[in-house]
């Protein structure tokens, strides 16, 4: 890999409520090539979103990105940057889709306005030519009559019609990365498919790069050509995506894609990963999935796993990358044919 | 564009509850009787027309609602009154509501120890009687001109609306579309004014309407205890004033003024109401009304 476009070098973003130092995320690494879709999956809770949040540097007080944190975006530390500079490169070099195409967009301005608005911010556009490639960006992103419907209000269209309109927005500057926050979770499958299916054209059209956060194993087949997984706040395991459905390594990764339904498949129970996401505020000593891991032993309380190669392009945070005879019968790896 | 203008405000007005068209109805006349004075009458506010022959006349063809203790015509007196009191309402409610607009929503939206600070300011304000703080000004300032009695009726009238904006501004700044703003790189002036403040202008609207019938009642009072406007200018509180202690024998100039202020202060309250009915219920922002048609496309 080349310079990468985003490099993130132990990033850690601690909320300080009084209820403690909450770590959302806490020592993540993560690197995105020109041109590439990185998949960023884990639960709820396990930090993605506010993964996102700290490259735009939006995270909003008690929490805040530690010293120590490095954010480099096309050869700048992001992090170093003053609040206009910064500015600068939110929607226009980098650009965030919601999840919540419900709410993302202000009621009160219609589509068109919404995303011309960017233009003016960023471009500087005159009013008229701001609306002018705002009509022709929500023709790109697939709205059918977009000079009429750019007249439209939120309320007056669909959800999947709205989430366009978000990709319009974000994508109007014609960004280096694009930055997508479960941008189909909201949506009917038949739509999820078709959003995704924009977002890949418009990538390959444009050669951004995207970052994907989801927890849906299936986006990320259908998009990524690499995945990241998230737990704890930390990166637990690293590889290209065929590679991570064909030999997930560490057990959390398993235990997410054995809960994920398929087709052909038996129809057991799906299963399911006993307990729940430990709080931020208390993560446990040692390996932070050993509470929930069939094949956790007295290692994994006592020292956090580093992170190892376990295969070409493959790294893993688990002990069992040294010990693999250790693994517990019941963390087989799941059969999964990548679509 | 226009014709579409014209349908939504069909369409408002059908929403309407017939109390709220007849309040408008009501507001209505007062203006027009305040626009049209000079032709609806031909007399001056402060003409004495015959201190000897034609004062305290009852209510008849040639003055209709009679005539008071200086011989002026009450009639008059209530159009060039409806135009003091109604501007002065609605003036120093725009005042009032400006200020508090844009107080709240920087309060509301900046947080932390400036919004703290902001809001003591407020709270040790409203913690004095804005009947007081007004007494106190105006009874070393007298005679107070217009302008400087709009302007003080609105400085002290706009804790409560910034109380409100405050808080809608609070809840507006984590809501997604104004996260999405943010990392669309738009500045904390252009959150404040494209997304924050539409979207808190509603309950300002609400507030104002009922803001003027309380200021048109404040203003009377002022003028009764004779520190707001001056005689010989009619306001509905000066006349009130002037004829209330001769209120047995020419009752006519106590009673017409008191409807005019009493009308003029339901029809605003009522409007204030039925725009609280019609506002909420589509303008909570981000909601879709439960009545609001399908998505049509996509």
Redesign the interface.
Known sequence: MGEPLLAIENLRTYFHTSAGVARAVDGLSLAIAPGETVGLVGESGCGKSVTALSI?R?V??PGRIEAGSHIRFEGQDLLALDDRAM??????RI??I?Q?P????????TVGDQVA??AR??AGASRAEAWKRAVAMLDRVGI?GADE?AR?YP???????RQRV?IA??LVMQPALLIADEPTTALDVT?QAQILELLAELQQQSGMSVLLITHDFGVVAETASRVVVMYGGEAVEEAPVDELFARAHHPYTRGLLAAMPRLGAPRDRLRTIPGAVPAPTAWPTGCRFRDRCASAWEQCEREHPAIANVGADHASRCHLAAAPGRRAPEDAPPRVEVG | MLTERARAAGRAWARLAPGARLALGVIAVFVLGAVLAPWLTRYQPWQQLDVVRLKSLPPSWAHPFGTDRFSRDVFTRILYGAQLSLSIATLAVLVSSTVGLLYGAMAGYTGGWIDAVMMRFIDAMLSVPRVLMLIAVLALWSPVPVPALVLLIGLTGWFDVARIVRGQAMALRDREFVVAARALGANPARIVWRHVLPNVLSPVIVAGALAVGNVIVLEAGLSFLGIGVHEPMASWGTMFQDAANQFVSTWWAVIFPGIAIVATVLAFNTLGDALRDLLDARQLPGQPAADLPEPAHG
């Open positions: 735009l939006l909003a007080p500015r600068a490169i939110r929607g226009n650009a965030m919601f919540e419900m709410t993302a967009l202000n009621p009160v301005f608005e960017v911010i960023h059918p419907r439209d309320h007056q269209l669909s959800g999947g019609m978000m927005m974000a739509i």
